[in-house]
């Protein structure tokens, strides 16, 4: 079975006037893809980012994440499997600002309640990697925005999580450092064997990834295999 | 698992509170005021009653004094208005009829005497003539020499006890009088000791400072007043309520006197219980109000915490909403705004203890006359405790209202509220 099984996915929000978000979503993603999600806003993109991350409920159909169905989670249950499963990257990074670059990078494993010198220690090797090493102690307000990218990324990073879920990594940065911020992601993937989903509007950004799941009304159209990365012109253009 | 207080969770905690000073300030203020005045107002009544119970100092709770004054009501043949006495036989008679009377003691003061050592020292005095167990009614702090005995009373012995201001005005340098004579009217009488007493508002027949005592049958003797009792006091045994006792009382003397026995006017009756009742029931209602406004405003401290709570969870959406995506369960965020709310209260109200008990310090240090304390003001240490556990409790109860709130706050609102 794949990673992740998605089976005839509904989802409907009841504000005022029930909105039919995803309307029947198949999707198989298997270990070790990097593939983007792309679609306009209102295609329903978000909303599958949502329940893929479990931060949402889906109203039919059935998902399999690692084998386990995802359904009528407790919060608790929920609350692990984003812990241990999933690292989330967004797009307004969602950094704690009154927390240091270390602090927040080890903020999942306080919650997983691993002893603080244990926490900080693995904080600083994660940040070490993201070349972040000087600016630990810094806070987000300090930052620019790769590396308040780059802060997000270890804090994803550090539960070692089988699936990266990044919703518009890219959408608050320079082309610069926009395509730095997908180098990292493609070499966590090539290197670490993470599988990377990235939903993006940006053609650009999609084409850095090795599959481009369009979606369009809330449902999957076109699935675009790019393992040579030729489509939008290879270039990340803003 | 994660245990529930350990230094992380601590440091979070304060983090946040810490975060915004100036509004954990004024909201903790709130609570503080509230304890601040619940235990001032407890200390402050406290020390009040006492000082009030101090005016009745060295006075029996339960004594009951008995003057004879003309007849009201005609009985068995007299007519009213009609002078009559009690005698030394009343005494007797109470003693056999009443037993639940502890002491039964009889008391003459002459007034406006003139008391003299010599030429140059002279006071204006009453005379009490007393017996030893008068003691018993109005308790003597002796600071020399001793106080009156039943010796010198069979014995008719010339001696007297000397209240503080006669003392100070027959021996102004001071120093131990026993064994010193003094005169009164023409007799003179050797000083056996200094009664200290400094009384209050109470008094029976002028102030104990300005009395001198003498032993009632050498008064009896040297003024000529006979078998008349002019004045009885007498005390109930422990457990027995006076107004219990107080009919048979008046039953005995009336009748060997032919008074009516309800004739209130011709037997003058004074119950210090009913007074002491009467002090004990305004304290009572004092505290009451003092529990009331002082709670009163605790919890309106309290519903300050719990709104600023409310504030602050809505302030914090996307953070909660992120901790929630990267695995903070919902319990563990509701542990941390109830832990905030509880800090919180906790802390602020330990300064108002604190601050409450360092003022009433500094009011019983003021209070403090030579070194002897006037009346205790400070809070009990088992209603600092109590008023400490209250403020646990209550600092929970602040935070579930927010806790709640924070705890339906999903990881997608940290998203959505960009």
New interface residues.
């Given amino acids: 079975m794949a990673l992740i099984e998605l089976k005839d996915i509904n989802k409907t929000y009841n504000n005022g006037q029930p909105l039919h978000v995803l309307k029947g979503i198949n999707l198989s993603i298997e270990r070790g893809e990097f593939v983007s999600i792309m679609g306009a806003s209102g295609s329903g993109k ?1 909303t599958l980012l ?1 329940i893929l ?1 479990i ?2 409920n889906y109203d039919t159909g059935t998902y399999h994440l690692d084998g386990k169905l995802i359904k009528d989670l407790t ?2 249950q929920a ?2 499997y ?3 499963m999933i690292g ?1 990257v ?3 990074f ?6 240091t670059a270390l602090e927040n990078v080890e ?2 494993l ?4 691993v002893p ?1 010198r244990k926490r900080q220690e693995m904080a600083m090797e994660y940040l070490e990697k993201m070349g972040l090493t000087p600016w630990a102690t810094h806070f987000p307000n300090e930052m620019s925005g790769g590396q308040k990218q780059r802060v997000a990324i270890a ?1 994803a990073l550090i ?1 070692k999580p089988q699936i990266i879920l990044a ?1 518009e990594p890219t959408g608050a940065l320079d082309s610069k450092t926009s395509v730095e911020v997908m180098q990292l992601l493609k070499q966590l993937n090539q290197q670490d064997g993470i599988t990377i989903i990235v939903v993006t509007h940006e053609g650009g950004v999609a084409n850095e990834t090795d599959k481009i799941i369009h979606i369009k009304d809330g449902i999957i159209g076109e699935i675009e295999e790019n393992t040579r990365h030729t489509a939008w012109g290879g270039t990340i253009i803003k | ?2 245990k529930w207080f350990d ?2 969770t601590f440091r ?1 905690i304060l ?1 946040s509170i810490l ?1 915004n000073r100036s509004r954990s300030l004024l909201t903790g203020f709130g609570v503080f005021w509230g304890v601040f005045m619940l235990m001032l107002l407890t200390g402050g009544g406290q020390g009040l009653k006492q000082i009030l119970m101090n005016e009745f100092d060295g006075f029996a709770q339960n004594t009951c004094i008995v003057f004879a004054d003309q007849t009201s009501k005609p009985y068995k043949g007299f007519k009213k208005g009609r002078s009559w006495n009690m005698n030394y036989a009343d005494l007797d008679r109470l003693r056999n009829l009443v037993p639940e009377l502890e002491t039964i003691t009889p008391v003459v003061s002459l007034w406006g005497k003139s008391v003299s050592r010599n030429d140059n020292t002279s006071s204006s005095a009453v005379v009490k003539g007393a017996r030893a167990d008068y003691a018993n009614i109005e308790t003597p702090r002796m600071m020399y020499g001793r106080y009156l005995n039943d010796s010198d009373n069979a014995q008719e012995r010339k001696v007297c006890v000397l209240g503080k201001k006669v003392y100070d005005e027959l021996f102004p340098e001071g120093g131990d009088p026993c064994g010193q004579r003094i005169r009164i009217d023409g007799s003179y009488y050797s000083v056996i000791g200094v009664d200290w007493k400094e009384s209050g508002g109470i008094n029976i027949n002028g102030r104990a400072s300005d009395a001198v005592t003498i032993p009632i049958n050498q008064a009896r003797k040297v003024y000529n007043l006979g078998d008349r009792v002019y004045m009885l006091c007498f005390t109930a045994k422990e457990g027995i309520t006076m107004n219990d006792i107080i009919p048979r009382v008046r039953e005995v003397i009336a009748r060997a006197h032919y008074v009516d026995p309800t004739d209130e006017q011709a037997m003058f009756l004074l119950n210090t219980q009913l007074i002491f009742g009467i002090v004990d029931n305004l304290f009572k209602g004092i505290n009451f109000l003092i529990w009331l406004i002082g709670l009163g405003t605790l919890l309106a401290g309290v519903i300050g915490v719990s709104n600023i709570m409310m504030v602050s969870v809505k302030e914090r959406t ?2 909660i ?12 965020i509701l542990g941390q705004i109830i832990s905030e709310s509880t800090v919180l209260t906790l802390v602020a109200g330990m300064m108002g203890i604190v601050f409450s008990v360092l003022i009433l310090y500094g009011v019983e240090l003021a209070m403090t006359q030579d070194g002897i304390l006037k009346a205790p003001f400070q809070v009990p240490f088992a209603t600092a405790v109590l008023a400490a556990s209250l403020l646990a409790v209550l600092g929970v109860v602040a935070g579930l209202m927010p806790a709640t709130r924070a705890m339906q706050i ?3 609102d ?2 959505r509220d ?1």
């Fill in positions: 978000s949502n991350g931060l949402d919060e608790k609350a692990d984003r812990n241990r989330f967004f797009q307004s969602n950094l704690i600002s009154f927390k903020l999942p306080y919650y997983q309640g603080r804090r539960t919703d | 698992m994660k230094t992380d979070e983090d975060r996307t953070e909403g992120i901790r929630r995506a990267i695995g903070a369960t919902p319990r563990q999903k990881p997608v940290a998203m960009e």
